[in-house]
């Protein structure tokens, strides 16, 4: 392995839209987990995005960098792993002997008892913060001034009031930039010797924490601020400025690292000997600590993120996924791979902005230069950065263009990659057996519906924008453009299945109404075809490893959401198409109203939401159809020829295979019974008799009143 200080330098962006939306220790752990990776701490910086200019994760960062101080260390000199410690301190210790152990076990339960205290001063911070501004407000707002809210050093908080009032609420406020602990001083620093039988004793540990800085974008109502991107983009032009690493990687702010070496290891393909330079981003799989055994929503995908994904390392490489990627700093902007690129390349204002430091800095990143060290935080230093974070710097320019982030698509990460494709560079998926990352998901239903509207009526977007698969990216490769014309175009599918899910729903037509059966040919055909592609998938499968389990739920899902979200994200996208008004999607809330004693809580809660109603109605014409076809058996059993019978146990297994795709949805409906899915057994047969019962009783009648 190269020397520590022969390791390329990389920036670490953390977004998070609302600490209401998205609970604070998520992001807390996120970063903390960052701090502690095994990465030399003069390498490694993490930049911050809150992209609701609240005081509250300002503040909660200035209590990370006294709380990291502590847990860093704690981690390096232990080698502890997840660096996030709320995972941490879930984990069940091993059996520990021997002095070593001692030692361990008096600074953990030291590191555990400080946390807890940490988390309690998190806790408090909004009644910290309120009641501070009551008391700064009493002596300093003039009466009839609108309340401000106030900074522990006595100072207003540029960003959004407890009060809202003009340029001080959300969507309106200036932008920020606070460096929360500096770049660390270089040389090997080692902790001082403490008391050993209670404070954790560093003094070979080295000390040193990571550079960290709190970054809000200016809001402004008279500019589009473009949701992720633009706030990802702000991040760009930020640590352009202070560090400019050649590598930046990102994370939603619900993620966190869970293994210490995942850095190096994707650093590792971007240095290749072999195609390394032409490598613009490194993915990892995204993997979720909080969903239930089962999987009932699909949340893992593992067919997706381990088979399709993977399998794009044969062709340009995977997509970008918007969460634990690695980039190479010059592929965002805008840069062609060595291979495509001309000799002689120039950071044009015109292109990037009119920062004279960060044009500067994009020369640089050209030129592969490493800064050792970032500029003096002087006031002109800082007045620039805040320059390049203000909601009108985009115009005029490429950023979310041709540079950076893409801009005017709801799924910014599919189209970046695309971009980043089509201009010839290849990208690597890397998958490691301790996994690499490990986040959150919406776990609750109509949390995850309203994710795959996003993400489906994003895709569709791309399609009928200038990105389009079929015209755009001029160096794409054919298969690449396929599998992204496969990106974008599936939620068409879902009119299709929509229609075949209500197919099977033959018996509740009258008997005189006769539906032309297939031609044998065409029957043997389609079952050829049938056989054909379920053999591909499991092959596909079996060479991924994905479980039949994961497939299984894969499959359900699918069609769960083939029958709600993506019929949803065909109409927005009709909608869009005839109004020429944009998108505007909810954003999935990683809040969660759980039972404190059940962390699967949220999955049993059914919220509901009008998107549900062709599932709904999917699931209550098979159920009744099945029941009729009970009663068609019981009052035509002893009229119907042999080919009748089997064509109905035909329609009969159609009509049993969509409840089968529909079941976790079944479960959902039952909330808390679904812990009992015996119940869910007993109940459907029930459902089925009584079903067939009114049907053999109407029949009865019918044919009484009006004899045949």
């Not at 290891?265 to 990892?284: H, I, P």
Request: aromatic share 12%.
């Amino acid at each position: 392995m190269a020397p520590l200080s022969s390791l390329a330098s990389i920036d670490v962006f953390v977004t998070t839209a609302d600490p209401v939306s998205e609970p604070i220790l998520y992001t807390i752990n996120s970063i903390l987990s960052i701090l502690a990776t095994d990465y030399p701490v003069d390498r490694l910086a993490c930049y911050v995005s809150d992209d609701s200019g609240a005081l509250i994760l300002y503040e909660a960062l200035v209590e990370v960098a006294k709380f990291a101080t502590l847990w860093v260390p704690f981690c390096h000199k232990h080698c502890i792993e997840p660096g996030a410690p709320e995972n941490y301190f879930e984990l069940e210790l091993p059996p520990l002997i021997g002095r070593a152990s001692e030692e361990f076990m008096n600074d953990y339960k030291w590191v555990q008892m400080e946390y807890d205290d940490f988390k309690i001063r998190l806790d408090n911070l909004p009644d910290t913060i309120r009641k501070r501004s009551v008391v700064y407000n009493s002596m300093r707002t003039p009466e009839g001034d609108a309340e401000a809210t106030w900074m522990a050093n006595g100072m207003q908080w540029p960003g959004t009031w407890i009060d809202p009032t003009e340029n001080h609420r959300k969507g309106d406020y200036t932008g920020i930039v606070k460096v929360v602990m500096d770049h660390p001083i270089h040389g090997d620093h080692h902790g001082p010797q403490v008391n050993a039988e209670r404070n954790p004793s560093f003094n070979t540990t080295d000390v040193r924490l990571p550079m960290l800085v709190y970054v809000s974008r200016e809001k402004n109502p008279s500019y589009d601020h473009n949701k992720k991107a633009g706030a990802l983009n702000a991040l760009l032009r930020v640590s352009a400025l202070l560090s400019n690493a050649q590598f930046i990687i990102n994370f939603d702010c619900d993620h966190y690292i869970n293994n210490s070496q995942a850095l190096r290891a994707a650093v590792c393909f971007m240095l290749d000997q072999r195609e390394g330079d032409n490598t613009a981003f490194v993915q990892f799989p995204q993997r979720f600590n909080n969903v239930d055994p089962t999987d009932r929503y699909g949340n893992h995908n593992r067919v997706f993120f381990d088979g399709t994904m993977l399998a794009l390392n044969g062709l340009q490489g995977p997509s970008y996924l918007g969460t634990g990627c690695m980039f190479r700093r010059i592929a965002l902007y805008g840069i062609d791979p060595p291979h495509c690129r001309p000799g002689n390349i120039t950071a044009d204002s015109n292109k990037y902005g009119e920062s004279t430091p960060l044009t500067n800095s994009v020369s640089k990143a050209i030129k592969q230069e490493r800064s050792t060290t970032p500029p003096p935080l002087d006031d002109t230093f800082v007045a620039e950065m805040e320059m390049v974070v203000t909601a009108s710097y985009d115009n005029g320019t490429d950023w979310g263009k041709g540079v950076g982030y893409i801009y005017d698509i709801a799924t910014e990460d599919i189209v970046t990659g695309f971009r980043i494709h089509g201009q010839g560079w290849r990208t690597m998926y890397c998958t490691m057996e301790h996994d690499a990352f490990c986040g959150t998901a919406p776990i609750n239903l109509t949390e995850r519906l309203h994710q795959i509207v996003r993400w489906s009526g994003g895709s569709l977007e791309m399609f009928f924008s200038h990105n389009n698969p079929l015209v755009g990216g001029q160096r794409l490769q054919l298969l690449q453009r396929v599998s992204y014309l496969n990106m974008t175009v599936y939620p068409v599918t879902s009119l299709f299945i929509l229609l075949y899910a209500l197919c099977p729903v033959m018996w509740l037509i009258p008997d005189e109404i006769h539906i032309q059966r297939p031609f044998t040919r065409y029957f043997v055909y389609l079952l050829i075809i049938i056989l054909m592609i379920h053999m591909i998938g499991w092959l596909e499968i079996k060479w991924a490893g994905v479980t039949w389990m994961d497939y299984r739920r894969n499959e359900q899902f699918f069609m769960i959401g083939s029958t709600s979200a993506y019929p949803i994200a065909v109409l927005h996208m009709a909608k869009t198409l005839l109004t020429k008004k944009g998108i505007h999607f909810r954003f999935t809330s990683k809040q969660t109203n759980a039972d404190t004693n059940d962390r699967y809580a949220d999955l049993y809660e059914l919220q509901w939401t009008p998107m549900l109603i062709p599932t709904m109605f999917v699931l209550v014409a098979n159920i009744g159809a099945i029941g009729v076809a009970m009663g068609k058996a019981v009052v035509y059993m002893g009229v119907w020829t042999a080919a009748k019978k089997m064509h109905a146990a035909l329609g009969l297994l159609f009509n049993v295979w969509i409840m089968v795709l529909l079941y976790p949805l079944a479960l959902a409906i039952m909330g808390r019974w679904a812990k009992r899915p015996i119940v869910l057994v007993v109940l459907l047969p029930a459902v089925f008799v009584v079903v067939g019962v009114i049907y053999v009783a109407l029949h009865i009648l019918l044919a009484n009143v009006i004899p045949i």
